[in-house]
């Protein structure tokens, strides 16, 4: 026995993370409780483009071609050192646990969906935390859709150019299938420099996922299609359309384009407009345009700035930043956020 061998799968495990703090100017700010205008701010916001989040993902080789991964992802703020940037759990932003074969992946615990996963892949502003289609989101589902518990997830391999995949999340409440239910699937075709993505979301009111600090379900169903085109001078234009229709409230289309240029191999220049109309009500519609400067220190290290302008009409709330001013007052408003970004 002390001379047999013993076969040791290979495994891994890493800790990562962002940590992101800036400041932030809006022209004016909204107050929920009134509704009114309480004029122009000045503060500190976390997380002004990416957000501050740690945590830890592994994979072990089981052999024949199988892989076990896993990660669990802490959203944290450090405004404050409180949680933020989730679902207000511990590990709010992603728990699951899954397989990677050839025949594609399955994963299974809290993460995000193919219809979320779809608008970042075609977002001209990489879904920054300030004037970017991850505050359209937001300011319309919250985190409905982006923060998906119970479910079960497959992707397939890449075919031709083609990827496809799935959601499905049972609401966990006994007597009632329906209550909380979420399903979504996204299809995504690449060649070359070129990416189409759709993609399509359906969610239920309820469930234990309601009981969370920050409920995820909202009761929507949701649809995008947009594409993106990487030229080889590093010069990326993107465009999409995306349907929130929320239960008994609002049906917005939002219609977005923009690009993303290197203009040197450590400095990025971006920009982005996002139009929302209201399909059941024309009179609410907004409009957004923003823009962004990356000033890349190193591999890890950011420097940025943004400005950003919104135009709200009728009931609309748009807003600029995730952080401090997700919703905003009828009439003009004009931001900036300026701050630092590291990744480890």
């Known amino acids: 026995m002390g001379s047999s061998g013993a076969v040791h799968a290979q495994s891994s495990v890493a800790l990562y993370g962002v940590v992101d703090g800036s400041l932030l100017y809006t022209s004016h700010t ?15 916001s976390d997380s002004g483009m990416t957000g501050s989040n740690f945590g830890m993902r592994g994979a072990e080789d089981l052999g024949g071609g199988l892989r076990a991964t896993f990660t669990l992802e802490s959203g944290v703020s ?18 699951w646990v899954g397989i990677d074969s050839s025949y594609g992946s399955v994963k299974a615990g809290l993460q995000y969906s193919p219809f979320f996963l779809s608008l970042f892949d075609t977002d001209p502003r990489g879904m920054s935390y300030f004037g970017s289609g991850l505050v ?7 985190v409905t859709g982006l923060f998906n518990s119970n479910s079960i997830t497959y992707t397939s391999p890449e075919i031709a150019g083609i990827q496809a995949s799935g959601l499905f999340a049972p609401g966990g409440t ?21 990416t189409i993505s759709g993609a399509l979301y359906s969610g239920n009111a309820g469930g234990s996922a309601a009981s969370t600090p920050i409920p995820s379900t909202v009761e929507f169903v949701g649809r995008t299609l947009g594409a993106s085109y990487r030229f080889q001078n590093d010069l990326t234009i993107s465009a999409s359309y995306t349907l929130y229709k929320v239960a008994g409230s609002f049906d917005n289309s939002v219609y977005a384009g923009g690009f993303s240029y290197f203009v040197l191999p450590y400095l990025d220049v971006n920009a982005g407009v996002y139009y929302t109309r209201d399909g059941n009500e024309g009179a609410n519609h ?8 990356q000033f890349f220190l190193s591999k890890r290290t950011t420097l940025y700035g943004q400005v950003g302008y ?19 007052v009828a ?3 004009v931001g900036a956020s300026f701050g630092l970004r590291h990744m480890f």
């Open 30 to 44: 909204l107050n929920m409780s009134t509704g009114q205008n309480e004029g122009h701010q000045f503060s500190f």
């Open 78 to 95: 450090i405004a404050n050192g409180q949680f933020g940037n989730s679902n207000g759990n511990v590990f709010g932003r992603q728990a």
């Open 136 to 142: 359209s989101y937001v300011d319309n589902v919250v």
């Open 174 to 194: 006994p007597g009632d299938f329906q209550a909380g239910r979420q399903y979504s699937a996204g299809l995504r075709y690449h060649l070359g420099g070129l």
């Open 286 to 293: 907004s409009i957004m345009a923003s823009s962004g400067v």
């Open 310 to 328: 919104v135009n709200n009409h009728g009931r609309m709330n748009m807003g600029l930043s995730i952080n401090n001013a997700l919703y905003e």
């Open 331 to 333: 009439g003009s408003t």
